[in-house]
C-alpha cells in the first residue's frame, strides 16, 4: 500500500499527474490531501516531502519519492504496461513526458489550473500560443504514428504520457482554447475518464480559494 501526498484538487496539476496514473492502473493507495497555499517553498511540507513539495508518494516502510515524473517512473518499474510496449513508441513516450515535465512555461504562467472555472476565453499571446501548437502537434505525432489505432490514447493505450498531459486538457477546456478535430477530440476522451471525473467533483466542492489563481477569471472574458 502506497501513501500519496497531493495537493489542493482545483489548483494542483503536478499532484493530479500520479494520482490519475495510480487510479487507472487500480493501484492501491491512501490519499492525503495537503494545502498549497503559497507559491514558493513550503517548510509546513517538509515532513511529507524531501524537496518540500506536492505530490509525494510514500512506499510502505516511508521511502519517499516526490517529483510527478519520478513518481510516475517508479511505478512503471512494477506496473509495466504504463509505458508503451514498442521500444520507439516508448522512447517517444519518454520524450513529450520529459517535454511536458520543463517545458510550456508560457502556457502554464498564462492558463493556471483551476478547475472551478469555465471562461470565455481570448486570443493568445504569440507565446502562448506557440506552446499550444506544440502540445497540438505532440498530440497529432503520437495519435498519428504510434497509436495505431488500438485506443483512444496517445499511444494507443493509457500510458504515463496520458498522465502528465491531463491538466494541459483540463487547461484547454477551462480556458475555452480553441482546437482542431484531432486535438479536441483527445481532450474530450482525457476529460472523459471516469478518475478525471472523480477529481473533478472533489475539486468543486473545495472551500479553500487562492487569489494569485482565481484573478484570471476576468482576464479570460468571464464564466462561460
Not at 126 to 146: C, T
Not at 199 to 217: P, T
Request: glycine share 6%; charged share 25%.
Amino acid at each position: 500500500m502506497f501513501d500519496l501526498y497531493i495537493g489542493n484538487k482545483n489548483y494542483s496539476s503536478w499532484s493530479l499527474r500520479p494520482w490519475l496514473l495510480m487510479k487507472h492502473f487500480d493501484i492501491p493507495f491512501r490519499e492525503h490531501l495537503v494545502s498549497v497555499s503559497g507559491r514558493d517553498y513550503n517548510p509546513l511540507l517538509k515532513p511529507v516531502a524531501g524537496n518540500a513539495r506536492v505530490p509525494c508518494l510514500h512506499e510502505a516502510d516511508g521511502f519517499q519519492v516526490w517529483d510527478s515524473l519520478a513518481i510516475a517512473e517508479t511505478l512503471a518499474e512494477r506496473y509495466s504496461a504504463m509505458w508503451p510496449a514498442d521500444v520507439r513508441a516508448r522512447a517517444r513516450a519518454r520524450s513529450i513526458c520529459a517535454e511536458m515535465h520543463s517545458g510550456f512555461t508560457y502556457l502554464r504562467s498564462a492558463m493556471p489550473m483551476n478547475l472551478n472555472l469555465k471562461l470565455k476565453g481570448r486570443p493568445a499571446t504569440p507565446e502562448v500560443q506557440r506552446d499550444i501548437d506544440r502540445i497540438i502537434e505532440i498530440w497529432d505525432e503520437a495519435r498519428g504514428h504510434f497509436a495505431n489505432g488500438d485506443g483512444p490514447w496517445l499511444f494507443g493505450d493509457f500510458s504515463v504520457a496520458d498522465a502528465m498531459f491531463a491538466p494541459v486538457a483540463c487547461r484547454f477546456d477551462i480556458y475555452n482554447v480553441p482546437l482542431p478535430t484531432s486535438a479536441a477530440a483527445y481532450r474530450d476522451t482525457v476529460l472523459g475518464h471516469p478518475a478525471l471525473g472523480e477529481w473533478y467533483a472533489a475539486a468543486l466542492v473545495e472551500s479553500e480559494a487562492h487569489a494569485h489563481y482565481d484573478r484570471f477569471a476576468d482576464d479570460y472574458g468571464g464564466p462561460r
